[in-house]
């Protein structure tokens, strides 16, 4: 069973910063491609950003490009998501995600990740 724990949520105005963590309790982290997803009140869930295994491959959803930056450290079983120049229409409740393929690449459909944290609440007041 594979344990996955967001915090770094909060409270922030628009234009501030948050920077959300994921640790991971698979043995198999340092060979996970992640995934980071969000969902606002009233909308379905959405991709927001994924990395592949090895950390040198991202991809973003295009409303957050430039703003947001996913990261990894494998030898602390730990993802991250640096969110810059937030806005109101970030608000939502943000999800990390493990991709049941091996392979080192990156993937954006959430039928493509098999493990989900509870989430942590972004708010980001105008």
């Known amino acids: 069973q594979v344990q996955l724990v967001e915090s770094g949520g909060g409270l922030v105005q628009a234009g501030g910063s948050l920077r959300l963590s994921c640790a991971a309790s698979a043995r198999t982290f340092s060979h996970d491609p992640m995934g980071w997803f969000r969902q606002a009140p009233g909308k379905e869930r959405e991709f927001v950003a994924a990395i592949n295994w090895s950390g040198d491959s991202t991809y973003y959803a295009a409303p957050v490009k430039g703003r947001f930056t996913i990261s990894r450290v494998n030898a602390k079983s730990t993802v991250y998501l640096q969110m810059n120049s937030l806005k109101p229409e970030d608000t939502a409740v943000y999800y990390c995600?493990?991709?049941?393929?091996?392979?080192?690449?990156?993937?954006?459909?959430?039928?493509?990740?098999?493990?989900w944290g509870q989430g942590t609440q972004v708010t980001v007041s105008s």
């Open positions: 995600a493990r991709a049941r393929y091996s392979s080192n690449y990156y993937y954006t459909g959430q039928d493509e990740y098999d493990y």
